[in-house]
């Protein structure tokens, strides 16, 4: 019996050491802007079993977004700059319609058109989805990229996917 006792007691110690992880992760994540540390919390919120699927989301919104204003930075520099290969990192954390237009952008310049639409379309997509983006940006800006989609959709060497009507189910665009 006492072995029972202190079996549970030790994995109610266990478990809330591992809350506390996730707890000192979330005021990690608060405390800093530094992307390296950033997304060594992100690796280590994906391994805690206590740190919900929504903070994991919202800590890989952080990181991306990180990413973006480190790439925006390097683009006033050096705007020439290669920064196709930290789009796709920052994309890995979250599908931020900032990413995939920027990163759209990156691709229509090399004139890799469907891939350029590709990115644009899922820019609109993810604009329109309420959740992912609660605050959209500008009509006007909305405006710019769908434009950029459909000049890309006609300049690419292939048909790109048509998108589908979220209400409708119908192909759209």
Not at 28 to 37: H, K
Not at 96 to 110: F, K, T
Not at 127 to 140: F, G, K, M, V
């Amino acid at each position: 019996m006492l072995i029972r006792i202190l079996a549970l007691l030790a994995g109610l110690l266990l478990t809330s050491l591992v809350h506390a992880d996730c707890q000192t992760i979330h005021q990690q994540a608060n405390d800093t802007t530094d992307l390296a540390t950033l997304e060594t919390l992100y690796q280590q919120a994906g391994k805690a079993p206590d740190c919900t699927d929504l903070f994991r989301s919202k800590l890989g919104e952080k990181v991306a977004s990180t990413h973006i204003r480190q790439i925006q930075a390097r683009l006033q520099q050096e705007p020439t700059a290669d920064v196709l290969p930290n789009l796709d990192r920052a994309l890995q954390y979250a599908r931020l319609w900032q990413a995939l237009a920027m990163r759209g952008d990156v691709y229509h310049e090399r004139q890799d058109y469907y891939r350029a639409a590709i990115d644009y379309q899922e820019a609109l997509d993810v604009i329109a989805d309420r959740e992912a983006t609660p605050a959209a940006p500008s009509p006007a800006l909305i405006g710019q990229i769908f434009k950029k989609a459909e000049r890309s959709r006609l300049l690419a060497d292939r048909y790109p996917p048509t998108p589908i009507n979220r209400s409708t189910g119908q192909p759209g665009g």
